[in-house]
């Protein structure tokens, strides 16, 4: 399997998740000033979504510098959505606009920190989706 990805704000709902899938991944920084690390594999990105009401904003700042190296980008295989369903059509919108501007599917959607069928659900499909590369 190849890593997973992930930026979780001081919230913790998608570490939260993360702690939950038990899977090696590494963690954005919460703060944009943060390293960013340097991606040297396929990888999976899941991501929160942050976005007024209009959309705008819908992915995190740390997610944005990731995805600006050129390298980085190139490595990113799929992304994970996550949000609250509260904002209805925009409802884990980071992953329409990150899978559109880097032409990567969305694997899967999930609320807040997931339940446990999120979990199993993503545990699965991830194993899949790396045996289909």
Same mark, same amino acid.
């Given at each position: 399997?190849?890593?997973?990805? @992930?930026?979780?704000?001081?919230?913790?709902?998608?570490?939260?998740?993360? +702690?939950?899938?038990?899977? #090696? %991944?590494? $963690?954005?920084?919460?703060?944009? +000033?943060? #390293?960013?690390?340097? &991606?040297?594999?396929?990888?999976?990105?899941? =991501? #929160?979504?942050? !976005?007024?009401? @209009?959309?705008?904003? !819908?992915?995190p700042k740390s997610v944005i510098h990731l995805l600006n190296h050129q390298d980085?980008? =190139?490595?990113?295989?799929? &992304?994970? %959505?996550?949000?609250? $369903?509260?904002?209805?059509?925009?409802? !884990?919108? %980071?992953?329409? &606009?990150i899978a559109k501007k880097c032409q990567v599917p969305v694997l899967y959607r999930?609320?807040? !920190?997931?339940?446990?069928?999120?979990?199993?659900? &993503?545990?699965?499909?991830?194993?899949?989706?790396?045996? =289909?590369?």
């Amino acid at each position: 399997m190849s890593q997973l990805i @992930y930026f979780s704000s001081q919230s913790g709902n998608t570490h939260r998740f993360i +702690e939950k899938l038990n899977l #090696p %991944a590494t $963690r954005l920084p919460i703060k944009e +000033e943060g #390293p960013i690390p340097h &991606v040297k594999q396929k990888f999976v990105l899941i =991501s #929160p979504t942050y !976005a007024d009401g @209009y959309g705008r904003g !819908a992915v995190p700042k740390s997610v944005i510098h990731l995805l600006n190296h050129q390298d980085n980008r =190139s490595c990113l295989q799929g &992304v994970i %959505a996550t949000g609250n $369903r509260n904002f209805g059509q925009l409802f !884990a919108n %980071a992953g329409d &606009v990150i899978a559109k501007k880097c032409q990567v599917p969305v694997l899967y959607r999930f609320e807040l !920190a997931g339940t446990n069928i999120d979990v199993l659900r &993503v545990r699965e499909g991830l194993k899949q989706f790396w045996l =289909s590369l």
